[in-house]
């Protein structure tokens, strides 16, 4: 429920200490070209990964072993022959369940609560605010002080859920160096998959939650040369956490088509060997 007319006099951007001005930015820039960039690539990300997480076809090549990150681990009788890297301990799920209903929700809240998402979101969706100087359209402003933003604080248990569904990305994609005629074998379809997985380590690893995990609560670096060392490394990525954080968004798209297009023999895969 929106505050009474009098109290929003009183809120926000219309509090008495702030300056009167009739305009809502005195901007001349292009400030609105950043979020409406951050929406439509959020946004078509989305609409692409929920059709595909729901389409149920065109996710596995049998002949190389190839499964794409949407659909793993993909534990249900319902998944394709051999897709099951992991066994099948679950029975026929029905449509409306996605057969990587295990990775799922937790990848989607490990993005949703990341700190750089959280920035794009907020300033290009909530508009809290859209932009610097840009009056916001809230009368108040809580923080992630209570809910629904509190929950932004599970991040770190998000972070610990990515890293075990890395490792599983990370065992596809050595499975998937398979022979059409078994044993070894390599395409253009591994080169996709490898890429992909070590983008989604480094953009995993240089998540705040890692900085914090491998350094945080430290009193004394001196004490701790390994922790530090390897607090310093993640430091350095998380510079490019925004960087990855788009990267790997294309990359899981690129990945997620290209084993499409070959499961579906809409293309063939460039064989180097096997
Ligand atoms: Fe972005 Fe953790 S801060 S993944």
Known sequence: ???????????????????????R???????????????????????????????????????????TPFYSPCLSESCVPGSSHFGTPFPELPMWIPLAFLSLPFLLGFRLTCYYYRKAYYR???????????????????????????????HRYFFYAAVIISVINS???????????????????????????????????????????????????SKHPVRYWIWTQVSKLNTRHMQFAWITLGTLVLTDFYIMLVASDTISDLRFVG
């Open 25 to 67: 930015t005195l901007r001349t820039d292009r400030w609105w070209l950043s979020p409406l960039l951050t929406v439509v690539g959020l946004g078509a990300f989305v609409i692409y990964a929920t059709v595909r997480s729901f389409v149920r076809s065109a996710y596995y090549v049998a002949d190389y072993h190839y499964l």
């Open 124 to 154: 290009s969706i909530w508009l809290s605010p859209p932009a610097c100087a840009v009056a916001e359209p809230h009368t108040k402003y809580t923080g992630e002080t209570r809910l629904p933003l509190i929950i932004q604080n599970s």
């Open 171 to 221: 065992y596809d994609a050595v499975v998937a160096f398979h022979g059409k005629d078994g044993g070894f074998g390599f395409g253009l379809g591994n080169v996709i998959l490898v890429v992909n997985v070590v983008l989604l380590w480094i953009y995993t690893v240089s998540c705040h939650s890692c900085r914090h995990v491998t350094g945080g609560r430290l009193k004394h670096f």
């Open 1 to 23: 429920m929106s505050a009474p007319a009098a109290e929003r006099e009183s809120l926000g951007v219309f509090s008495p200490r702030r300056a009167r001005l009739a305009a």
